[in-house]
């Protein structure tokens, strides 16, 4: 009778060869067992927990994700992570071989190529961590996040990004994968991946935080042993216990929660690996205390994960027994560090700061920002400081009197905020004046001072219909490199005075819809700039920048340029 009980339990869970895809080395893979046969109710296969899926049913299915401690080669993944992930699709679902033909597109060839495939930049080199993967599923995880830096351009800094997907490929086919992926990045009720380096910084300051306040104890103790190099460089890595230190199968039982409930299960985990580390680190004698006082704390944290000397199930015991944390608190601490961070990097602040100068040129405050401007243009690639500078202060004088006497705010820029034109709207609309700034790849920088407030785009006249164009006659157009010249609104004389017998053409100063904006119009002979948020084409290596401005004016149009950044 035992026997038979026994081989009823072995048919349950495959092969170890035969739990993964071919693209998988389970050689290394290790099987834990948390508890012996019998002890707990069995555990739920895919057909039990589709339902609650289906049904929306989302803390029903949150208790089962926690309780059931799946073994690392069991079936169930196979379907409940592409399950999971798809509840928090935005959008219409991927058509079948939309993935392909992304490939096609990107790569020319859906046959893995024999040279490394180039990463997109917002990938950390050290952190693409590929677990069991074989050298060929490396290359398809290489695939994979290239063809999604190409569909999601916002993204500009995603460490995460590379190990989720690689985690993800464990247990299913590419194509899957990406599927997976896509639902993740786009996610609008929760978040689960940051895409940007201000975001990076808000989750592991948001850890430190919480854990001061609910992991009170471990909090104090891991700053005590800190010493030096300060508890703040310890939380920066945060992620990387779970992710880079973790045992796989420990890792493995994270992710089963985090795809259902978000960051907050990474958050929670994280605090439970302080609150262990520091109950195995009071008695002074214990070998991790030794290893912090040695080696330092940030080795030692690391160390402690590899060798977790919990089960994953006391890993999430310990994680979802914090008490009063709720999801409530943790986005509150995120909003308000992620407040204090922009206010910080001079970003949000609506209020213009005076600074008078008596030449109409900036302060010495001012100069700090207009050399920060100057760094987010990149224009330091190929030209002296000391021209930037002139360009900038040039700029400076052809701008209205009463707006020299400020401070310029960066608001938005490509290199922190991605390339979405919804962004754009989102963190300029209500500001005013702007400043738009852009640069080419032929290294031409140009752009305009927008007088009104990209907000206007909404307001509608009369008849219930929006506005086509808005602004005044204080918008202008200007081109600082190769040459530096300023076009102003064709109405305004030499004498300053507005010429009243004007085309209506002559009138259009600013226009915004959801596809693009246009600074400037009227006939041929007049100069505009109209930045369209186009899709990107085909590119010959992956990602590789999308062409993105349309530049009308006389002068040659650029092959290729970033989105503008703003200031005020």
């Not at 069995?42 to 989302?58: D, M, S, V, Y």
């Not at 262990?276 to 040695?294: G, I």
């Not at 052809?398 to 991605?418: C, D, K, N």
């Not at 040459?483 to 053409?505: F, I, T």
């Amino acid at each position: 009778m035992p026997s038979v009980m026994l081989s009823a339990v072995l048919e349950e869970e495959p092969d170890l060869y035969e739990a993964f895809p071919p693209h998988v080395d389970p050689s290394g893979i290790t099987i834990l067992t948390d508890s012996p046969p019998g002890k707990k109710a069995p555990l739920k296969n895919f057909e039990e927990i589709q339902p609650l899926i289906q049904q929306g049913r989302k803390r029903e299915l949150k208790l089962i994700i926690r309780e059931n401690s799946w073994p690392i080669n069991s079936p169930v993944r196979a379907s409940l992570w592409p399950a999971l992930c798809r509840q928090h699709q935005h959008g219409k679902s991927m058509l079948d071989g939309f993935y392909w033909d992304m490939v096609t597109q990107v790569f020319g060839t859906v046959e893995l190529p024999d040279k490394p495939i180039m990463l997109p930049p917002f990938v950390e080199a050290t952190h693409c961590l590929g677990y069991h993967l074989t050298r060929k599923g490396r290359a398809v995880a290489d695939r994979v996040v290239s063809v999604l830096g190409y569909a999601c351009p916002d993204i500009t800094y995603s460490p995460s990004l590379y190990p989720i997907t690689a985690a993800l490929l464990h247990f299913m086919p590419e194509e899957e994968c990406y599927h997976c992926m896509a639902s993740l990045v786009a996610s609008k009720e929760k978040m689960f991946i940051t895409q940007t380096k201000l975001l990076n910084e808000v989750t592991w300051k948001t850890v430190m935080q919480i854990a001061k306040k609910h992991a009170k104890s471990a909090a104090q103790h891991l700053s005590r042993l800190s010493g030096a190099i300060g508890p703040e460089r310890i939380y920066a890595d945060w992620q990387w216990w779970i992710l880079a230190a973790l045992p796989f199968p420990h890792l493995v039982r994270v992710l089963d929660c985090f795809f259902h409930e978000g960051i907050k299960v990474f958050y929670r985990v994280a605090l439970a690996i302080l609150i262990l580390f520091h109950k195995h680190t009071t008695n002074q004698n214990s070998e991790w205390y030794a290893e912090a006082t040695k080696n330092g704390v940030d080795h030692a944290i690391d160390k402690f994960c590899r060798n977790m000397p919990v089960s994953p199930t006391k890993l999430l015991r310990t994680a979802f027994t914090i008490r009063a944390l709720s999801s409530q608190y943790i986005s509150r601490v995120f909003i308000k560090t992620e407040m204090t961070l922009k206010s910080k990097q001079v970003i949000t602040g609506s209020r213009l700061v005076r600074s008078r100068s008596s030449d109409n040129l900036p302060t010495s405050q001012s100069q700090v920002n207009i050399q920060m401007m100057s760094h987010t243009l990149t224009i330091r690639e190929r030209m002296s400081e000391e021209t930037c500078k002139q360009m900038l202060f040039t700029l400076w004088s052809w701008l209205p009197v009463r707006i020299t006497m400020y401070q310029p705010v960066l608001l938005y820029t490509t290199e922190e905020h991605g390339c979405s034109l919804t962004t754009f709207y989102v963190r300029v609309e209500h500001h005013e004046p702007t400043l738009l700034m852009i640069k080419t790849c032929n290294n031409e920088v140009f752009g305009a001072y927008c007088s009104t407030r990209w907000f206007e785009r909404n307001q509608k006249d009369e008849r219930g219909n929006r506005q086509a164009y808005f602004g005044t006659g204080e918008t202008f157009l200007f081109s600082l490199y190769p040459e530096r010249a300023k076009y102003p609104w064709v109405g305004c004389a030499a004498d300053g005075r507005s010429d009243e017998k004007l085309s209506h053409g002559s009138e259009l100063f600013m226009a915004a819809d959801s596809k693009m904006i246009t600074i400037g119009g009227g006939s041929v002979a007049h100069h505009s700039l109209t930045v369209a948020a186009s899709s990107p084409p085909a590119p010959s290596t992956p990602g590789s920048a999308a062409s993105r401005t349309t530049k009308k004016t006389r002068r040659p149009t650029p092959t290729r340029s970033s989105w503008p950044p703003i200031i005020q």
